[in-house]
């Protein structure tokens, strides 16, 4: 009987280092497919899955012009009902419009009957409401003090006269900075309180006071990461229309 050769150290088996990295990567597919429940973003309530499959989506609008406009007779108008008409446009879904107030709104994410709020909220509204989600800040606001004179901006407006729009929350804020709030914007008056992505349309010049400061954002239900995923990204990918969108529905 002829003597089996013996085999070089290192030809077969786990000691050879291609072998070895081969049984590596086959583990790995392998552990890959034992694993794919572990999808990562995931809804907790499969919100995305039920919008596409129901190919509608409930967003609560509160009204918050220039974002959020409900019309007597209509659809809601504004910056971000526009925007959730695009996204529902975009999925090839329906929108259920669910009109209430911005703490309903927000609210009602928990229950999980409302897929989408919107309003203009800010960061700061939302965070504190349990059960609803912020999305990331798809627009920064600034409110600030624009004058009609570029040549002659103050550095403060210390006993100075300031319009203030009646819609705008600006008026405790300039008398904080000293100034004195007024609601007639006329020929006389020099300084104005705007967001900042108004000062064109009003034809001022930003002085160096800024009153305050919003982080806008929309808000789903907690836990659900893929549908805010979803609406994030069609967010960023709009980002450099916000600016536009809003002069459009300047009051």
């Known amino acids: 009987m002829t003597p089996r ?7 077969k088996g786990v000691g050879n280092p291609l072998n ?21 973003p995931r809804d907790v309530e499969g919100t995305l899955e039920t919008v596409l499959s129901d ?13 959020v406009v409900l ?11 526009d925007l959730a008409r695009a996204f529902a446009e975009e999925l090839g879904v329906a929108i259920e419009w669910k009109p209430l107030g911005a703490f309903a709104a927000l609210e009602g994410l928990e229950k999980g009957d409302i897929d989408l709020a ?18 990331y800040t798809y627009f920064e606001e ?57 000062l064109v349309v009003r034809d001022l010049a930003a002085t160096e006071t800024t009153l305050d400061r919003a982080e806008h ?18 967010f960023r990918r709009e980002a450099g229309t916000i600016g536009a969108r809003l002069r459009a529905y300047a009051p």
């Open 142 to 198: 600034a409110f600030v003090i624009g004058s009609r004179t570029p040549n002659a901006r103050p550095h403060d407006i210390e006993d100075q006269q300031v319009f203030v729009p009646p819609h705008l929350p600006l008026a405790a804020l300039v008398a904080e900075e000293g100034g004195i709030p007024v609601d007639q914007w006329t020929d006389d008056q020099t300084l104005a309180a705007v967001p900042h992505w108004q």
């Open 71 to 81: 019309p007597d007779s209509g659809p809601p108008q504004g910056v971000e009902a």
């Open 20 to 40: 070895f990295t081969i049984a590596m990567l086959l583990g790995g597919v392998s552990l890959l497919a034992a694993c794919d429940d572990l999808r990562f």
């Open 55 to 67: 190919q509608e989506m409930t967003v609560a609008v509160s009204e918050n012009p220039p974002w």
């Open 5 to 11: 050769k013996a085999t070089p150290h290192g030809a």
């Open 217 to 234: 954002v929309v808000a789903v239900q907690q836990g659900e990461n893929a549908w805010l995923m979803k609406i994030e990204d069609f």
């Open 118 to 135: 919107i309003g203009g909220f800010a960061r700061k509204d939302v965070t504190p409401v349990k059960g609803a989600a912020p999305s």
